[in-house]
């Protein structure tokens, strides 16, 4: 009763309105009930209810669950243990004296809450990432000197990814990015590649069901989507999710803003080396923004559609971060970055994507905005050449490349142009015309870039470079046959997209891929295709082909690839764990050069007078403006004139088309089995990459 606060009247007091004292000899009654003989008992009053110990015990009892199970979890991760893993586990209750009083009492939000915050914790802890090393699908040392080689050569391809610690820190800390190095890496051995390949498939799809982001998925998903084209799969097209999952990361992540410091509070303690892990932090978050911002640029300007991440003032600040760095790949990111938005912004300004609705038309529009862009380009090339160690790096010249192209792309699109329909003697204007030739040296510069690259250098070329490479092939081609097919109108195929899947070749002998003759089209003029300007206004596909070499080009290329592809096997026949990364590459590039032979042998056949007139035209000299030239006149379609033909997949490769849509397979000898056929660029060039038509 001492403990409670009593009245100092008993009930019997109260009730007769008398004078209360305690007795002397009875402390527990009161003087007058004693007297009276009466029971004497007093009213103990309940205790106001208010914020106390009760309901504070109850939050430390949840907070104090919570820091045991993340120590179990930190624990599992250093440790190795499988004790959470297993189905017998049950949540660890920790009892402590103020919360044993009130384990009762919880009401049913905190209970579910509390067994909510449980049980996705024991998941966390339970989820591994696939171990290469582990499994056994690859020896310790030889994936460290994978690793070793990705920082020592891959990082110059795609140089967002910077890796800063040994091999066993990076098994252990980053073991999704570890997987993904590994990956990319392992090109010598195109089986272990696929396993590994399809294991990493496997755990984006665990990533995506848990829902787990963090700063290493995002960079092992940039890593694996900078060198998707050597595990691309129609069927199982997964490049569009990992943009996706990259930009949804970053923005979970917070890396698309600038994040404030929080204040320190004056005498807290701060953890040893907590102060250069926040910088190196900081500069890999910078990396990946910038690097998804890159990829995102490559899908969209593939694929032929707008960039979906748009170019901040931020990612600017973040580029000119990168000034001071010590790393030295990091001298490449502002170049790529920088020529990366150029191009995405001249892909919108000339609305590539869309161009029956595009705003900029005209001769004068046009070349004073190629112009501009081509002066940003140069501004580029200038902040290159203070950096000696830039000036031969590959990547780099392969995008600026890619970049004067794109730009100059506008040439193609007729409508453009003109808003009325061109007629058959009409001749190209100047303007148009100098941009044509400056797209041809372009894509020459472009093929004659990867002829010179080392073998080793052409497996650690990223996306960028080999969807690039696909691109300047199909311009090429639609700027040889450009005039023909203005003429012809042969500009589109209604609905092939869906025959991608029927391109595995089946019961063609090996004997049908012959060489073609690669003096037939005569000697490649260098000082013409490097510099010099053809002065006829007209555009023929003969002319073009003799003034730059482009068969001799082509040539030129697939034997670099025949290390991937030999000239005697047939394309496409490899089973899939016997492909090297390029593989897909050099079956596409094999089969791209079938077609454009056989177009140029068909225009040679139609009228031997033609191409004799074509050829004294493609000299660098005046010609006669009144002479006949090969799109004024009437085209062949005789059926013996293509009978005169023995190139392989003689229906297979149709130039003809300025959509590229042209592209039919027999079904006699081809099998409807398609779900082997798995090449990047096939898909874009029959879907995604149709450029639109003149």
Request: charged content about 20%.
């Amino acid at each position: 009763m001492s403990s409670a606060r009593v009245r100092k009247a008993c009930l019997q007091c109260i009730r007769a309105k008398a004078k209360c004292s305690t007795s002397e000899h009875r402390p527990d009654e009161c003087h007058r009930c004693v007297r009276l003989n009466k029971q004497c008992a007093f009213e103990v009053v309940a205790k106001k209810p208010g914020p106390g110990p009760k309901s504070r015990s109850r939050v430390r009892q949840l907070e104090q669950r919570v820091e045991s199970l993340m120590d179990l979890i930190s624990a599992k991760n250093t440790e190795g243990t499988s004790t959470l893993a297993s189905p017998s586990t049950t949540p660890i209750q920790v009892a402590t004296p103020e919360t044993s009083a009130v384990s009762n009492t919880p009401t049913d939000d905190a209970s579910c809450y509390s067994r909510s915050l449980t049980h996705t914790a024991l998941q966390s802890a339970a989820f591994r990432f696939y171990d290469p090393v582990d499994a056994g699908a690859i020896s310790e040392e030889r994936a460290y000197r994978l690793l070793d080689e990705f920082k020592q050569h891959f990082v110059w391809a795609f140089p967002f990814i910077v890796v800063d610690v040994d091999g066993p820190t990076l098994r252990r800390q980053e073991p999704f990015l570890f997987h993904a190095i590994l990956t990319v890496t392992a090109y010598d051995t195109p089986g272990l590649q696929y396993v590994l390949s399809d294991k990493l498939r496997h755990e984006i799809g665990r990533v995506v069901e848990h829902s787990k982001k963090s700063l290493g998925i995002l960079q092992g998903l940039l890593v694996y989507g900078g060198w998707y084209h050597g595990f691309y799969h129609p069927a199982s097209q997964q490049l569009t999710m990992i943009v996706h999952l990259c930009m949804a990361m970053v923005q979970d992540l917070g890396l698309s803003k600038n994040r404030k410091p929080k204040p320190v509070r004056r005498g807290a303690p701060v953890c040893g080396g907590g102060g250069t892990n926040q910088v190196k932090g900081t500069m890999h978050e910078k990396r990946a923004l910038l690097g998804t911002y890159f990829l995102t640029v490559t899908f969209a300007q593939a694929w032929r559609q707008r960039t979906i991440m748009p170019y901040t003032r931020f990612m600017a600040q973040t580029c000119d971060a990168f000034e001071s760095s010590a790393v030295l790949s990091d001298t490449l990111i502002r170049p790529l970055v920088k020529a990366s938005e150029l191009l995405s912004r001249a892909n919108d300004h000339f609305s590539y994507s869309d161009i029956d609705n595009a705003e900029v038309r005209g001769a004068i529009l046009i070349s004073m905005s190629t112009n501009n862009f081509l002066a940003e380009l140069q501004h580029i090339k200038d902040f290159i050449s203070f950096f000696p160690l830039l000036k031969d790096n590959t990547t780099l010249i392969l995008t600026l490349s890619l970049v004067e192209i794109g730009i100059n792309e506008v040439c193609l699109h007729t409508s453009l142009w003109s808003t009325s329909s061109l007629s058959a003697t009409t001749t190209l204007c100047p303007t148009r015309l100098k941009m044509l030739h400056r797209s041809m040296q372009g894509a020459t510069s472009y093929l004659r870039t990867l002829i010179q690259t080392p073998q080793p250098l052409l497996y650690r070329l990223g996306l960028g470079s080999w969807t690039g490479w696909f691109y300047v092939f199909v311009l090429m081609c639609k700027l040889v046959f450009l005039e023909e097919n203005e003429r012809l109108g042969e500009t589109e195929v209604d609905d092939l997209p869906e025959e991608i899947n029927n391109l595995t070749p089946e019961g063609v002998e090996p004997d049908r891929f012959k060489p073609h003759d690669t003096n037939v089209h005569g000697t490649f003029n260098a000082t013409t295709a490097s510099g010099g300007m053809v002065t006829d206004p007209t555009w023929n596909a003969i002319a073009l082909t003799e003034q730059y070499g482009l068969c001799q080009l082509s040539d030129q290329v697939m034997k670099k690839l025949t290390f991937s592809l030999p000239e005697d096997f047939i394309p496409w026949q490899k089973p899939r764990g016997e492909r090297h990364s390029l593989y897909p590459v050099s079956c596409l590039h094999k089969i791209m050069l079938q077609g454009l032979t056989k177009r140029i042998e068909r225009l040679k056949v139609t009228d031997d007078t033609i191409l004799t007139g074509n050829q004294a035209a493609a000299a660098p000299v005046a010609s006669t403006l009144g002479s006949t030239t090969a799109w004024q006149v009437p085209h062949t379609n005789s059926d013996d004139a293509r009978r005169v033909l023995t190139m392989p997949f003689n229906n297979f490769m149709n130039f003809d088309s300025l959509n590229f849509d042209g592209i039919t397979l027999p079904s006699t000898d081809f099998s409807q089995g398609g779900q082997e056929w798995g090449d990047i660029m096939w898909d874009m060039a029959m879907d995604d990459f149709t450029m639109p038509q003149l």
